[in-house]
């Protein structure tokens, strides 16, 4: 199975801030990989796909970048709604596996 | 609008078995690959088992291979989980999913429901 690796697992910020979140793959994923948000007590909100394209409806100030093994998820500007646990996914191949999640707590 | 509620949780206990339920409405559930995922207390998201709209092609999750089988009725737009010999391990919300159409997003979720708690306890 292929691993996703999230760092840092916690990340503090403030409203305003450009934040950037990591997610590794133990294999190369192609772009096969999607971002997702959750908060507490919700089902998880898809943001990115295809390691960069925007879900529709989502703010402009998300992006995603990377290719192979190595991604990154940016904030540009920190939102009061945007403190959350945020995931990846790879969906390469099957079985699709998850990071473990970093929350994003206010600094 | 494009909705998707679980039901069929609740609290049962190890060994026993326990059917999962998920309504489609808004879209075209027979075209769409449909999903299981879960989520155990204060822990992440783990994916469960993904079949194809003709029922043809199921893949699982490794912790769920031979006791969990999903399947799907479409004129009934309703996705199904049966969940046998279960565990504590399997303590989870479930969500049902639906794979994205467009060909960079086939294999992510674009919509998901509220999710049905499954409590294993003796």
């Known amino acids: 199975d292929i691993q996703m690796t999230q760092s840092p697992s916690t990340l503090s910020a403030s409203v305003g801030d450009r934040v950037t979140i990591t997610c590794r793959a133990s294999?190369?994923?192609?772009?096969?990989l999607a971002w997702y948000q959750q908060k507490p007590g919700k089902a998880p909100d898809l943001l990115i796909y295809?390691?960069?394209s925007l879900e529709s409806g989502v703010p402009s100030r998300f992006s995603g970048s990377g290719s192979g093994t190595e991604f990154t998820l940016t904030i540009s500007s920190l939102q009061p709604d945007d403190f959350a646990t945020y995931y990846c996914?790879?969906?390469?191949?099957?079985?699709?596996?998850f990071g473990q999640g970093i929350k994003l707590e206010i600094k | 609008q494009v909705q998707l509620v679980e039901s069929g949780g609740g609290v049962v206990q190890p060994g026993t078995s326990l059917r999962l339920f998920c309504a489609a409405s808004?879209?075209?559930?027979?075209?769409?690959?449909m999903h299981w995922v879960r989520q155990a207390p204060g822990k992440g998201l783990e994916w469960v088992a993904v079949?194809?709209?003709?029922?043809?092609?199921?893949t699982y999750a490794g912790s769920v291979e031979g006791r969990f089988t999903i399947s799907r009725d479409n004129p009934k737009n309703t996705l199904y989980l049966q969940m046998n010999s279960l565990t504590v391990e399997d303590t989870a919300v479930y969500y049902c999913?639906?794979?994205?159409?467009?060909?960079?997003?086939?294999?992510?979720?674009?919509?998901w429901g509220k999710g049905t708690t499954v409590i294993i306890s003796s």
């Open positions: 079949i194809s709209p003709d029922e043809k092609i199921k």
């Open positions: 294999q190369s994923i192609n772009t096969w």
């Open positions: 996914q790879q969906y390469d191949s099957y079985p699709s596996t």
């Open positions: 295809k390691a960069s």
């Open positions: 808004g879209f075209t559930f027979s075209r769409s690959p």
């Open positions: 999913a639906r794979e994205g159409y467009s060909s960079g997003k086939a294999g992510a979720q674009d919509v």
